[in-house]
């Protein structure tokens, strides 16, 4: 079974809520909810590619000091097996706006239940809870 990696982060604002994504329509499992991020390409490091993918998907700038790696999520799909490092970041610069036309939404960790996610997303959250 093919490993795919992919970096994910966990954008917590001054009042402890994280930044979820929707799936855009066209994507597989769009509609889903998740943590900005995306998959590690050959040679790169999973604290790059997050640089790469916020700044791509959100127009942000994160350094890579500011990226605090909290746990991951290691879980079985049909046809590959994810990796996911997720990472908490506080501190970025520039102003969050969905450039895939995906729809964001801050939210509270114990409210992060209430949003449909994909089954690698889920384990994460007792984890987020603990943490923030």
């Known amino acids: 079974m093919k490993m795919v990696l992919v970096a994910a982060c966990a954008l917590v604002d001054a009042d402890g809520r994280v930044l979820l994504a929707k ?9 889903l909810w998740e943590f900005p991020g995306g998959k590690v390409e050959p040679g790169e490091t999973p604290e790059a590619a997050l640089i790469r993918e916020l700044k791509e998907e959100l127009g942000l700038d994160v350094a890579a000091a500011c990226l605090a790696p909290l746990t991951f999520a290691s879980h079985a799909y049909e046809t590959f097996h994810l990796l996911m490092p997720l990472y908490v970041c506080r501190r970025w610069s520039g102003t ?13 960790p ?18 987020l809870r603990d943490a923030l």
């Open 96 to 108: 969050i706006a969905g450039r895939e036309g995906q729809e964001l939404a801050w939210v509270k």
């Open 23 to 31: 799936r855009p329509e066209g994507k597989t499992m769009a509609g």
């Open 110 to 127: 114990l409210q992060m239940r209430d949003y449909p996610m994909p089954p690698a997303d889920l384990p994460l959250i007792p984890h």
